[in-house]
């Protein structure tokens, strides 16, 4: 209501704001503005979009003579603000900055790109386990200590385990039905 009678008196206009920018105004709204297009293009820890803020809101408190002129000048930013967003978003689904934002291209398995170690040559593999797989933990092929899990089952330690499949990183063990003839790697000294 108050915003009403501010927009009827008579002395009022809607944009007189502009006749009251002057230089050093002018350079911290446009400056605001900028290190926000800035952040649309160039994310990172939102420093440049945090200080555009700031300059923006410094702006407008420095130019705006009463309520109704700040009223105003937000509305006017958020509508700029609401078309730069439309232009970015057609301009990342279309245009150039699709071209420079989205990876195209994939780096598969079949052109040579992997991103760990081929370890199927494990699978079949029996060792013992080293410490309690619960599910996972740690167990020993012929002196090559690495991280298992176990298809779901608790295993105790000592017991012999065999890798059953490899997924990546991840090495599957089960135990197997013969008991642990290999000395412990890992003797307790009491």
């Given at each position: ?138 167990a020993d092929f012929d002196g090559e200590r ?15 385990v065999k890798i059953i499949r490899v997924e ?5 063990v089960r135990p197997t039905e013969k008991a ?11």
């Open positions: 209501m108050n915003l009403l009678l501010l927009a009827t008196q008579a002395n009022t206009h809607l944009f007189s704001f502009f006749e009251a920018i002057e230089t050093a105004q002018a350079i911290v709204l446009i400056l605001g503005l900028v290190l926000m297009v800035i952040e649309l293009f160039m994310p990172g820890f939102g420093v440049a979009g945090g200080a555009g803020i700031l300059l923006v809101i410094l702006g407008i408190v420095m130019t705006a003579r009463n309520a109704f002129e700040a009223t105003v000048m937000v509305i006017l930013l958020l509508i700029l603000a609401a078309i730069m967003i439309v232009l970015v978003l057609r301009s990342a689904k279309k245009g150039k900055l699709s071209k420079k934002m989205i990876l195209w291209s994939s780096a598969r398995k079949e052109d040579g790109y992997r991103s760990t170690d081929d370890r199927h040559d494990l699978t079949g593999r029996e060792g013992i386990a080293i410490t309690t797989l619960r599910p996972s933990g740690i690495l991280d298992v899990v176990s298809e779901g089952a608790y295993i105790p330690a000592q017991a012999a990546g990183r991840r090495i599957v642990s003839s290999t000395p412990d790697p890992n003797p307790s000294q009491d």
